[in-house]
């Protein structure tokens, strides 16, 4: 299985303070994908970054991704009540394998 | 907008039923996912279709089979439900990788999830 692994499995932080939290895979991947999920819902997609990229940002979030390390992390910058949830890597390896495997997530907790 | 929609939010169902979870989208994907949720073992693919009659196991396709004979239904079935295929049962559909060079994006939707207790 290439499943992804995040670290840490839980985070607490005070809210606008910066949260990191980090994904390792197994094999060659195309894309990798950072997703949220609030208690008890759906996933929601939050960003996918290539595997010839290295960094990207959208609004508060960025991503890096280190295929030498098979390693990507997601940053949270100014940290809000409402980024608490369980955040989700997964992985991809583009037309040879269409399937979409996950990781067992990071639970992040904002503290007011 | 983007919708997957499951059947169900909530089911209870008895030991040895045969058990039908719908999943149904609406944006012509390609890619249609079933995973189950457990908490700390993450999602698990069951199993996963990249078009219309064709299917792949995922890592846990055990006691589940599915069916896709319209391009926007992926239905699961527990052919004999059992207690510990209790979970989160969670859809999802996709654009088909090989586009993503055509500039489309191939992240996965989600549809609300059916919790599942079989008693």
């Known amino acids: 299985s290439q499943q992804g692994e995040e670290d840490p499995q839980a985070l607490s932080i005070q809210e606008g303070e910066n949260a990191t939290m980090n994904c390792s895979y197994k094999t060659s991947i195309n894309n990798l994908q950072w997703y949220r999920q609030n208690s008890g819902r759906g996933l929601v997609h939050l960003i996918l970054?290539?595997?010839?990229?290295r960094e990207k940002h959208s609004g508060r979030l960025r991503v890096t991704l280190d295929t030498s390390k098979k390693s990507s992390s997601l940053l949270i910058t100014a940290s809000r009540a409402a980024d608490t949830a369980s955040y989700f890597c997964?992985?991809?390896?583009?037309?040879?394998?269409?399937?979409?495997?996950f990781g067992k997530g990071t639970r992040l907790h904002i503290l007011p | 907008d983007v919708k997957v929609t499951q059947s169900s939010r909530y089911l209870v169902k008895r030991t040895g039923e045969k058990v039908f979870l719908e999943c149904v989208q609406d944006?012509?994907?390609?890619?249609m996912f079933w995973y189950r949720q457990d908490p700390g073992l993450g999602l698990r693919l069951i199993y996963f279709?990249?078009?219309?009659?064709?299917?792949e196991k995922g890592d846990i396709p055990e006691g589940y089979s599915v069916s896709r004979e319209k391009k926007e239904r992926f239905s699961l079935i527990l052919e004999s439900a059992s207690t510990n295929q209790t979970s989160m049962y969670l859809c999802?559909?996709?654009?088909?990788?090989?586009?993503?060079?055509?500039?489309?994006?191939?992240?996965?939707?989600f549809g609300q999830g059916t919790r599942l207790t079989v008693v």
């Open positions: 999802a559909s996709s654009f088909a990788a090989l586009l993503l060079s055509s500039g489309v994006n191939t992240e996965a939707f």
């Open positions: 997964a992985t991809d390896r583009g037309s040879r394998d269409d399937k979409i495997i």
């Open positions: 944006m012509d994907h390609e890619n």
């Open positions: 970054i290539r595997s010839n990229e």
């Open positions: 279709s990249y078009d219309v009659k064709m299917k």
